[in-house]
C-alpha cells in the first residue's frame, strides 16, 4: 500500500509544496556561482603527460607554480604509451601538454594532428629552427649528447673515436648498452643509419650485440654503475647521466667520449627533450606560459643546472662540467627526420636480434 505525504501530513505536504520551488532556486543560484568557481579552479591546473622521469622535471615545474600560481599535474610513462593514450582518447584527454626525451615522438604526435601550432615569437626568439618543429607544435628545451663513457683504469681516451668503434672484436665482453625498447637507441640507431647506410649499421648492431652479451639494461645509471664499478670497460649514455654520477661520487674512475669528430665522422648524436601543447587543451594560454617559462633564460638554466643537460638558448650557458658545446660537433641529421626512420631502425634492430 502506498501512503502519500498529503495522506500522512496534510501540513508537512502543504509545506514542501511551497519550499521545493525556493529551494531549487536556491541550488540553481549556488550553481551558477559556484560553476565559474569552479571553472577557474580547473584553469588555474595543467595536466601534463610525461616521458621523463618525474625527478628530473618536477623541480622545474614547481618553480613555474610558485611564480604563476598553475598547479602542473604529471602523468608519467613510456613516451610510447602517452602518444597511444592521446590517440585512444582523442578529444576527450585531460593532457594539456605533451613532454617527452625523444624529438621523434614528439613529430610523431604532431604527424598524427594531436599537437597545437604555435604562433609564439618567444619560442623563436629563444629557440633555433633545428630544435622544434617547423610550425612549433613542439619545441626542444634541453638537448643532450650520446657519448662513450669508459673506465679510467680500463681504457685510454685514444683506443677508440667512434661508436662504430664499439663493434670491434677488442672490445667483447666489455661494453654495456640499453636494450632495444630504449628510446636513446633508437634515435640514435636511426642517426647512424641516416649517415652511413643500414649495411654498416647493421654490422655495427650484430658487433654490439656480440660485444655486449648479456651487460644489457634498462636503465643508462646502470650502464654508469656498471662502467664506475669496472664491470665492463664501455658503455653507452646520454651525456647527463655520467655527470649525475659523477655529482655523487666525484671520485668514481669515470670520463667522457665525445665520439664521432675526426673529420669526414657523422659529429657527436643529439637529441631533445621537448614538449608540445595538445591539440585539445583547454587551457592553452597557461599552457602557453608554461612552454615561455621553459624556453626562457631562468628555466634554461635551471636545466643546465639540475640535469646537467646543454640548454637550448644559445645566451644560456651550459654547466661547467660538461665538454665545451663549442669544442665538438654535431650529427647533421634532423632532429624532425627522427620519426620517418623509426620504423625501419626498428625493423633492422629486430632483425640482427638485439635484446
Not at 667512434?162 to 630504449?182: E, R, T, V
Amino acid at each position: 500500500m502506498t501512503i502519500y505525504l498529503d495522506q500522512l501530513c496534510p501540513l508537512a505536504a502543504q509545506i514542501h509544496r511551497r519550499l521545493m520551488p525556493g529551494l531549487l532556486t536556491l541550488l540553481l543560484v549556488l550553481g551558477s556561482i559556484l560553476a565559474p568557481l569552479a571553472s577557474s579552479f580547473a584553469a588555474d591546473k595543467l595536466v601534463v603527460y610525461s616521458g621523463r622521469a618525474e625527478r628530473l622535471i618536477k623541480p622545474v615545474f614547481d618553480a613555474f607554480t610558485a611564480k604563476t600560481g598553475i598547479q602542473v599535474d604529471l602523468l608519467s610513462s613510456g613516451t610510447t604509451e602517452l602518444v597511444n593514450r592521446l590517440k585512444a582518447e582523442g578529444d576527450r584527454t585531460p593532457a594539456d601538454l605533451l613532454l617527452t626525451n625523444d624529438a621523434g615522438s614528439l613529430e610523431l604526435a604532431r604527424g598524427a594532428g594531436l599537437l597545437r601550432p604555435l604562433n609564439m615569437r618567444e619560442i623563436e626568439r629563444a629557440i633555433p629552427p633545428q630544435f622544434r618543429a617547423a610550425d612549433n607544435s613542439w619545441v626542444g628545451i634541453s638537448g643532450r649528447f650520446w657519448i662513450i663513457v669508459y673506465n679510467t683504469t680500463m681504457v685510454k681516451p685514444d683506443q677508440l673515436s667512434s661508436l662504430l668503434d664499439l663493434a670491434q672484436p677488442q672490445w667483447k665482453d666489455k661494453i654495456a648498452i640499453p636494450n632495444s625498447g630504449s628510446e636513446y637507441l633508437q634515435a640514435g640507431v636511426s642517426v647512424i643509419r641516416a649517415s652511413h647506410g643500414d649495411e654498416r649499421t647493421k654490422k655495427f648492431l650484430e658487433g654490439l650485440r656480440d660485444n655486449a652479451g648479456s651487460q644489457v639494461y634498462q636503465k643508462s645509471s646502470q650502464i654508469v654503475d656498471a662502467v664506475a664499478k669496472g664491470q665492463v670497460a664501455l658503455g653507452i649514455v646520454n651525456h647527463y647521466y655520467v655527470y649525475r654520477h659523477l655529482a655523487t661520487q666525484p671520485t668514481a674512475p669515470l670520463a667522457v667520449l665525445m665520439p664521432d669528430q675526426k673529420d669526414g665522422a657523422m659529429g657527436a648524436i643529439m637529441n631533445v627533450t621537448g614538449i608540445g601543447i595538445t591539440k585539445s587543451s583547454t587551457h592553452v594560454e597557461n599552457a602557453k606560459l608554461l612552454i615561455e617559462f621553459l624556453i626562457a633564460q631562468a628555466g634554461q638554466k635551471m636545466f643546465a643546472d639540475l640535469d646537467k643537460e646543454y640548454p637550448l638558448h644559445p645566451e644560456v650557458k651550459a654547466n661547467p662540467a660538461l665538454v665545451d658545446r663549442k669544442s665538438f660537433r654535431a650529427a647533421l641529421v634532423p632532429l624532425t627526420r627522427l620519426a620517418e626512420l623509426r620504423e625501419p631502425t626498428l625493423t633492422l634492430i629486430e632483425q640482427v636480434g638485439l635484446r
